[in-house]
């Protein structure tokens, strides 16, 4: 399968890709059939039947199909954690030049930087772009970009979407990490 991910892993991934397409659907029934019921003592059965399966087609479907993509784009990303690690928090970032100019909450990007207890990764979608440990990694932010420094030399440019603190939240977890690395 493409991106070096196996047979059992696909596996896992079809199987979560499966539990989302469940998940979408418990979640437009709760509408539909309440939508039968307001629909059905006006215009009868039939008619409130044509209605839900309609407004299911067009409103569930799509929520469906989105809800079955995160799933396996979340699985591929767990699968690409090694042995033994975990992820502690995940970014949605921006290139400077990309960086949306209001409600970034609200923005798409399918750019994800990940801290892991190993190291930190940055994600395209699906596909791990690149992946390094803690030792010898550098984080500094320059007014609000975040430079990724490996080894001396810059690696990265991000504008981190952060929610709910600041940027020195992610300056101090590297800072910890670094100091508190995982014996192999």
């Known amino acids: 399968m493409a991106g070096g991910v196996g047979a059992d892993a696909a596996l ?18 709760p509408p539909a059939l309440e939508l039968y019921e307001d629909v059905s003592r006006v215009v009868g059965l039939w008619w409130a ?18 809800g079955a993509e995160t799933g396996r784009v979340a699985a591929v990303r767990d699968e690409g954690l090694a042995a033994g690690e975990y992820t502690l928090t995940d970014y949605k970032v921006f290139l400077p030049f990309d960086r949306p100019k ?9 750019l994800l930087l990940r801290l892991t207890n190993r190291g930190i990764q940055h ?13 010898g ?48």
């Not at 469940?22 to 979640?27: C, D, K, S, V």
């Not at 039947?49 to 989105?66: C, D, N």
């Not at 209001?102 to 399918?110: L, N, T, V, Y």
């Open 123 to 135: 994600w395209d979608g699906d596909t791990l772009r690149w992946s390094h440990p803690w030792a």
């Open 49 to 66: 039947l044509g209605s839900v399966a309609v407004f299911s087609v067009l409103f569930g479907a799509r929520q469906i199909r989105e």
């Open 102 to 110: 209001s409600s970034p909450e609200r923005a798409e990007s399918p």
């Open 137 to 184: 990694l550098r984080l500094v932010f320059e007014d609000e970009v975040l430079l990724v420094h490996h080894e001396g030399r810059l690696v990265a440019r991000f504008w981190v979407f952060i929610p709910f603190g600041t940027p020195d939240e992610i300056l101090l977890a590297a800072d910890r990490l670094q100091r508190h690395r995982p014996r192999r």
């Open 12 to 29: 896992r991934i079809r199987r979560r890709k499966k539990a989302y397409v469940a998940a979408g659907l418990a979640a437009v029934l």
